[in-house]
């Protein structure tokens, strides 16, 4: 039996309509803006997001890295969270290659930052700190169990941002997954923000691929920046054409990854030496401990491994599981039956 990959939702291959979408995708020169198929795929995003522009880049990170590039210059600080996947998993990139200084606020439990924290830490005008000059959200949160964020406290920490005069992006890479969890729109968690990066390839399973969403000016200053970090792909119509199959057909199926990740949680908090609350998962991410002296993340995971359930450990005695297009209800149960086999 094939095994079940529990990684991440980034492991999704293309369905067969993104196939025969990408095998026929009328294409052109996107550096000249002459790929039909990615400027559709920008203005869909776009419309979807309830910005006025989009811009196609190759990954999750690189839109972060172009997004902080385009509201930053050298010297500027961003304010983010202690967790964040812009802090903790794209390589200092913004400092590396933009010289932006990140200040890390605590993450709450639920992917939040305190609002009095976020304006405490807003610098004044003087001549020894850094310009404040962008905040930067994560929705869903990663690293905070998927937490998806609500628009009243996106809508909070926009209008906060504002009053300061700093800009607002919000790390959409799962977007989807918060608006679907929390029964709203994907434009209304976005409108508070300045920038908004969403990816095609995580849950909604296309193969390559995000989009930076924000207004006209931003979004062409985003453009040339995405072009001196090696970003300007030619005939990327091949793969805009499946994430335009992403972004029509797969977000509402999102549902049942959260349906399964909270089957899976339910039950791992049944398993002995495993430690999980199962109301931490909203969407499709699953964090969990083992609580059995002597036994550390990385054996059990080995373990798993070899009878066929592939999941990642996050920390000594953590490990994170996420559903995803290619795990069934019936799956879950199967890696239930492991997970006890293995805990025994
Ligand atoms: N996250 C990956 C790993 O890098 C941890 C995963 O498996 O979850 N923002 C968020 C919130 C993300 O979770 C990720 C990827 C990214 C950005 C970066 O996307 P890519 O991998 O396309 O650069």
Redesign the pocket.
């Known amino acids: 039996m094939d095994a079940i990959d529990l ?4 492991i999704t291959r293309p369905t067969q309509a993104m196939r025969k979408a990408m095998a026929e995708a009328e294409v052109g020169d996107d550096v000249f803006k002459e790929d039909p198929t990615v400027n559709r795929l920008e203005e869909m995003a776009a419309r979807r997001v309830g910005k006025p522009a989009a811009l196609l880049v ?7 890295l172009v997004s902080q590039l385009a509201h930053c210059g050298r010297g500027d600080e961003t304010i983010l969270g202690d967790q ?3 802090f903790f ?2 390589q200092g990139g913004a400092s590396a290659l933009g010289g932006i200084h990140p200040r890390t606020l605590p993450n709450e439990m639920d992917g939040t930052i305190a609002l009095e924290k976020i304006e405490a830490a807003i610098r004044p005008d003087d001549v020894h700190f850094p310009r404040s000059r962008l905040v930067i959200l ?1 929705n ?3 690293r905070c169990s998927g937490t998806p964020m609500t628009p009243a406290y996106t809508t909070a920490v926009g209008r906060l941002v504002k009053r300061h005069g700093l800009k607002l992006h919000i ?1 959409g ?2 977007i989807f997954n918060a608006a679907v969890a929390l029964g709203v729109d994907v434009a209304q968690l976005a409108a508070p923000a300045d920038s908004v ?1 969403f ?1 095609l ?2 849950g909604l399973a296309a193969p390559v691929g ?1 989009m930076i969403c924000g207004d006209d000016a931003f979004i062409a200053r985003a453009r040339r920046i995405r072009k001196s970090v090696g970003g300007g792909m030619r005939q990327a119509g091949i793969i805009a054409a499946a994430g335009i199959v992403a972004l029509a057909e797969m977000a509402d199926r999102l549902a049942e990854d959260h349906a399964n990740a909270r089957a899976l949680a339910v039950g791992l908090a049944e398993i002995p030496g495993l430690r999980i609350d199962p109301d931490s998962t909203a969407t499709n ?1 699953v964090y969990f401990r083992v609580a059995k002296k002597g036994l550390g993340a990385p054996a059990v995971v080995a373990q798993l491994g070899a009878q066929g359930v592939r999941v ?1 450990p996050t920390a000594k005695d953590q490990m ?1 599981a ?1 559903l995803n297009y290619h795990v069934t209800a019936a799956d879950v149960q199967r890696a239930l039956a492991v997970f006890s086999r293995v805990m025994e």
């Open positions: 990684r991440s939702d980034t190759g990954s999750g990170t690189m839109g972060n964040s996947h812009v998993y794209e994560e869903t949160h990663n790390d890479a799962r990066t990816c390839s995580k995000s991410i990642l994170r996420v």
